[in-house]
Antibody, heavy 121, light 107 residues
């Protein structure tokens, strides 16, 4: 059974860089059928797609965050990562990693439990 | 970007009721429309993909329909475990976007 698990600091100072890793178990991140994505949810608010990466390195970002975000993949560790720089309080959110098919026909079918990141000094 | 608008934003209903939530896209998304259920403190759960396909393990009281820009999620007979927030999401093209959510609570 596929499992995704987010990890990283729960507290980040303003203007610093938020860094999270998603570890995939029970399946290979190098599958040809799926992209691996990040989604966030500010407290009490809705869901925002941040970006997605394919195992070969093809990446799509949300234009609203594109100048601050970097997503990378490490196939040897079966992990993918998120970096968001110059964070502010508006970046405080629960960050989820999730899988979606490469053709857009299935949606996000497997999710991590989410990790709360608070931006505060 | 394609904007997704859900209605209503909140809904009160009783166990056994039939409930419908709608989602409208700002342009045609050709049935690349997915529905999720989210309970408090949990990750979203995929219910319906490609507008009308039921995800494995999801009860058959959930159904989806629609085409073009307009889509609906229907719960045929509400169960106590169905009270949650529901989101639509398009996967027609990047950037993917979600609706603002519909909170379903007990009347």
């Amino acid at each position: 059974q596929l499992q995704l698990q987010e990890s990283g600091p729960g507290l980040v100072k303003p203007l610093e860089t938020l860094s999270l890793t998603c570890t995939v178990s029970g399946g290979s991140i190098s599958t040809s059928s799926y992209y691996w994505g990040w989604i966030r949810q500010p407290p009490g608010k809705g869901l925002e797609w941040i970006g997605s990466i394919y195992y070969s390195g093809s990446i799509y970002y949300n234009p609203s965050l594109k100048n601050r975000v970097t997503i990378s993949v490490d196939t040897s560790k079966n992990q993918f990562s998120l970096k968001l720089n110059s964070v502010t309080a508006a970046d405080t959110a629960v960050y989820f990693c999730a899988r979606h098919d490469r053709w857009g026909t299935v949606g996000f079918d497997s999710w991590g439990q989410g990790t709360l990141v608070t931006v505060s000094s | 970007d394609i904007q997704m608008t859900q209605s209503p934003s909140s809904l009160s209903a009783s166990v056994g009721d039939r409930v419908t939530i709608t989602c409208r896209a700002s342009q045609s998304i050709s049935s690349y429309l997915n529905w999720y259920q989210q309970k408090s403190g949990k990750a979203p759960k995929l219910l319906i993909y490609a507008a009308s396909s039921l995800q494995s393990g999801v009860p058959s009281r959930f159904s989806g329909s629609g085409s073009g820009t307009d889509y609906t999620l229907t719960i045929s007979s509400l169960q106590p475990e169905d009270f949650a927030t529901y989101y639509c999401q398009h996967s027609y093209s990047f950037p993917y976007t979600f609706g603002q959510g519909t909170k379903l609570d007990i009347k």
